[in-house]
C-alpha cells in the first residue's frame, strides 16, 4: 500500500492550492479517504473525509466552506481543495486508508505553509 500526496507549498493569506494523494496497492474504491493536517506541537487534526462513492463525509468545522474533498476513482486519487487559506492552515497534510483512528495506511504528506 503506498499513499503518495503532493501539492504543498507556500502561500499567501487568501491564497488556494490542491492537494492530491495518489493511492495504489489495494482497491481504492471500496474505502474512505481521509485528510488529516499536523502542525509542530500540536495533535494531529482530522480534516476531512469522502466516502467510496465520493461524497465527502467529514470537514472540520475549522476548514468548512472553504476546504472541497473529492476523488477519482478512476486515478485512484484524492484530493482536496484548499481555498481562503489561513495561517492557521500551515501544517503537514496526509491522506489516511479509512475512516476511523488508528489509519492502517498513510502517507508521508505534503507541507502547506500560509504566511501572514
Known amino acids: 500500500v503506498q499513499l503518495q500526496a503532493c501539492g504543498g507549498g507556500l502561500v499567501h493569506t487568501g491564497g488556494s492550492l490542491r492537494l492530491s494523494c495518489e493511492a495504489s496497492?489495494?482497491?481504492?474504491?471500496?474505502?474512505?479517504m481521509t485528510w488529516v493536517r499536523q502542525s509542530p506541537g500540536k495533535e494531529p487534526e482530522l480534516v476531512s473525509q469522502?466516502?467510496?462513492?465520493?461524497?465527502?463525509?467529514y470537514y472540520a468545522d475549522s476548514v468548512k466552506g472553504r476546504f472541497t474533498i473529492s476523488r477519482d476513482n478512476a486515478k485512484n486519487t484524492v484530493y482536496l481543495q484548499m481555498n481562503g487559506l489561513k495561517p492557521g492552515d500551515t501544517a503537514l497534510y496526509y491522506c489516511a486508508r479509512g475512516r476511523a483512528t488508528p489509519y492502517d495506511y498513510r502517507g508521508r504528506g505534503t507541507l502547506v505553509t500560509v504566511s501572514s
Open positions: 496497492g489495494f482497491t481504492f474504491t471500496v474505502y474512505y
Open positions: 469522502i466516502t467510496p462513492g465520493g461524497a465527502p463525509a
